[in-house]
């Protein structure tokens, strides 16, 4: 029996795929697998039972994944699989900012009771009057799965958007409207835009990414939105650009205490994929990858791991699996270990990304004790799966 275990709620209709081999396991040290979302992970130690981390959802900056790499533990997120609910929000986080519709809302709760509220409201509402999002520039940084949703939804609200994406991916590309133009540098998006929105992982090199300077090339007036992760924006910076009036607006998902009160600042707490479509979708997403995983061998969408897919394994054949470092002779010293012991191999892949490999060997002979324990003990090789 494979056990696994949650550490964040995981929608129910993803769980229910877990066959009748499947059980939970009560504490994270016994299971096969972990379901995560945005519970944090880089304190957690790993039992040698681990074998897979899903994170369903697309951020995994909450899981230490070299760490797991290291442990031969391979780590999965979700991609796409939120990214229309994580649109849609920044879409109402943008008419959010245009008007203010949060403070005409909080002017009818504290006037409700008052029975010529239809007649005051007349008189008050300028207050809160604001401007279209027709014909405004957008600058979207991030073209993956939510910026390109993003971008081209807003090009039917009329606006004009810009796209920033030095590492942009072929399939990303071809999503993209033809509408969008196309910013080479990031200071040009900056420079052009009334909006500008984020979204790209937290890395080491993508955090405080707007900070005082990249605030200081944008427009008077600007609004900037913030779904991806809290430090990607400088907090110190984006307070002193509200308090100053340089920027009229900050939308994020990421509430810190630093944006308490602050006018100007809209902050709503992580709820970009937190809807039921994205939370099934990213819950089915993610139990599939572990039963692919553990069942097959099969690694589709690691984060940490290159991909790597051998198909359904047949009945009668071994499925040898090995996570390894990326370095020479690996591949030579598996099968020359294989080729001592008058082993067949009859289909093989290896993939590597970085300083990781994985290789798949299906074999219809066999796989002794001793031969496994020679694969774990090269040098090199950080697990040994038999899938028998
Ligand atoms: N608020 C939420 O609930 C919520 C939900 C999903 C994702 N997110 C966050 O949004 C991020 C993006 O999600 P996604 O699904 O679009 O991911 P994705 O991997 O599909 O897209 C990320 C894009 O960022 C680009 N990128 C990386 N570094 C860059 C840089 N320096 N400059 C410009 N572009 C760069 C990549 O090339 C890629 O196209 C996630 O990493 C996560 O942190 C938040
Ligand atoms: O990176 C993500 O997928 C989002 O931030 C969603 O996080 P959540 O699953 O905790 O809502």
């Given at each position: ?10 929608a129910?209709v ?17 299971a ?6 945005s ?13 897979a981390?899903?994170?369903?959802g697309?951020?995994?900056?909450n899981?230490?994944l ?19 609910g ?20 909080h002017?009818?709760?504290?006037n ?17 009057a ?11 940084i ?16 009329g606006?004009?958007v ?8 072929v ?14 540098t ?6 052009e835009c ?19 300077d990249a605030l ?5 007036n ?12 400088n ?14 607006g ?5 509430p810190?205490?630093e ?39 099969n ?9 790597c ?8 054949c ?5 996570l ?13 270990l ?10 093989m ?16 002979a ?13 040098d ?9």
């Amino acid at each position: 029996m494979l056990k696994y275990h949650c550490l964040n709620p995981i929608a129910e209709v993803g769980l229910e795929r877990f066959t009748e081999n499947y059980t939970t396991a009560e504490n994270e040290a016994d299971a096969d697998a972990i379901l995560v979302r945005s519970a944090g992970m880089h304190e957690m130690e790993f039992s040698s039972q681990l074998k897979a981390i899903a994170r369903a959802g697309a951020g995994v900056n909450n899981i230490p994944l070299d760490k797991c790499a290291e442990q031969g533990i391979v780590v999965f997120n979700t991609p796409g699989a939120n990214a229309n609910g994580v649109k849609e929000l920044v879409i109402a986080g943008m008419l959010l900012a245009a008007r203010d519709i949060v403070g005409g809302i909080h002017w009818v709760e504290e006037n409700e009771e008052d029975g010529d509220i239809a007649k005051k409201a007349e008189k008050q509402k300028k207050q809160f009057a604001g401007t279209e999002l027709d014909g405004k520039k957008l600058g979207v940084i991030g073209l993956g799965a939510i910026g390109v949703r993003v971008a081209n939804v807003a090009t039917h609200l009329g606006m004009d958007v810009y796209g920033y994406d030095p590492y942009v991916s072929v399939d990303a590309a071809w999503k993209l409207s033809r509408n969008i133009h196309h910013a080479k540098t990031v200071d040009e998006l900056y420079k052009e835009c009334d909006y500008i929105t984020i979204h790209v992982p937290a890395m080491e090199s993508t955090k405080n990414m707007i900070d005082k300077d990249a605030l200081s090339l944008m427009k008077e007036n600007v609004v900037v939105l913030n779904f991806s992760r809290d430090v990607l924006v400088n907090s110190e910076a984006i307070v002193d650009a509200l308090v100053a009036g340089k920027i009229r607006g900050y939308v994020t998902d990421f509430p810190i205490p630093e944006l308490a009160g602050v006018k100007g600042a809209i902050v709503i707490p992580h709820l970009g994929a937190s809807t039921e479509e994205s939370e099934d979708n990213c819950a089915k997403m993610a139990v599939d990858e572990v039963m692919d995983f553990l069942e097959n061998g099969n690694i589709q969408h690691s984060v940490n791991y290159p991909d790597c897919n051998m198909g359904v394994k047949s009945k009668g054949c071994s499925r040898i699996t090995i996570l390894h470092r990326n370095q020479p002779k690996m591949l030579g010293q598996f099968t020359g270990l294989l080729a001592e012991q008058d082993i067949n191999i009859d289909i093989m892949s290896n993939k590597s990304r970085n300083e990781y490999a994985y290789t798949m060997i299906d074999t219809e002979a066999e796989v002794s004790d001793d031969l496994y324990q020679k694969l774990c003990g090269i040098d090199g090789v950080l697990r040994v799966r038999v899938i028998a």
